[in-house]
């Protein structure tokens, strides 16, 4: 998968990630949560597209270490979603599989530049 196609696949989660956010209870709890996905997920999205700019091998590791971090965060929130049932389970699992498929692209990704580097 290229790097274009990734920035797609980031970029259609935020979307679809703040789509579904909005569809979370208007109480404490569902803003709560609609804030942190909100904003863990379109960081996905946001810091992919720099480690595309990374300067060094170093450079590349570090910043796909950012993505990483959000990428799982996002999943957190899912999974929060489904366990605290905010939301109908056959609503967030595709988009918890999306995050659990770029998790393990993303960590693969880091695995192979640390073997490289």
Known sequence: MDKDELKRRTKE??????KLSMALPRNYLGNH???QLIR???SVAANYRTVCTARS???FISKLAIVIEE???SC???EFIIDEQLLKK????PLLKEGNEL???FVASQNTARANK
Do not use: N, P, Q, Y
């Not at 989660?13 to 703040?18: D, G, Q």
């Open 40 to 42: 863990c997920s379109t």
């Open 57 to 59: 091998k170093a450079d």
């Open 13 to 18: 989660f935020a979307h679809r990630c703040v």
């Open 90 to 93: 056959t609503k967030v699992t």
């Open 33 to 35: 949560v609609r804030g």
């Open 103 to 105: 998790t393990a692209i």
């Open 76 to 78: 957190f929130w899912l």
């Open 71 to 73: 990428v799982d965060e």
